[in-house]
Nanobody, 122 residues
Framework: QLQLVESGGGLVRPGGSLRLSCAAS????????IAWFRQAPGKEREAVSC????????DYRDSVKGRFTISRDNAKNTVYLQMNRLEPEDTAVYYC???????????????WGQGTQVTISS
C-alpha cells in the first residue's frame, strides 16, 4: 500500500510563500503521477497541479499558473508544490495523491495523503 505524507502547510500573509512536500516510503514516487488537490470548507475538492511519471509533463489549474510550481526530488523520493504570491483564496487543506496518470478528477486517484492545512490571512 502506497502511503503518502504531506507537510509544509501553515499560516502566511497574502503575498507570502510556502512549499508543500509529499513524501513516500517503500515506493518510488517517480513511478507514479503525483497530483496536488485542495479542499476549502464547504467546497468540493479541486485539482491544483499534477506531474506525470518521470516528469514528462505538468499541469496547473488556471488560478495558480505562474504562482505555483510542482517538482520532484527523486533522491528524496519527494514531490514539492512551491506556492508563491499566495492569496486568501488559496486557503484550504492540500492533499497529494498518486496514480498511474494525471487527471483533474479526484476519483481517478487511488492513493491519498492525510492533508496539510494552508491558511492565507493578514
Amino acid at each position: 500500500q502506497l502511503q503518502l505524507v504531506e507537510s509544509g502547510g501553515g499560516l502566511v500573509r497574502p503575498g507570502g510563500s510556502l512549499r508543500l512536500s509529499c513524501a513516500a516510503s517503500r515506493f518510488t514516487l517517480d513511478n507514479y503521477a503525483i497530483a496536488w488537490f485542495r479542499q476549502a470548507p464547504g467546497k468540493e475538492r479541486e485539482a491544483v497541479s499534477c506531474i506525470s511519471k518521470r516528469n514528462r509533463s505538468t499541469d496547473y489549474r488556471d488560478s495558480v499558473k505562474g504562482r505555483f510550481t510542482i517538482s520532484r526530488d527523486n533522491a528524496k523520493n519527494t514531490v514539492y508544490l512551491q506556492m508563491n504570491r499566495l492569496e486568501p483564496e488559496d486557503t484550504a487543506v492540500y492533499y497529494c495523491a498518486a496514480d498511474r496518470g494525471c487527471s483533474r478528477s479526484a476519483i481517478d486517484y487511488e492513493y491519498w495523503g492525510q492533508g496539510t492545512q494552508v491558511t492565507i490571512s493578514s
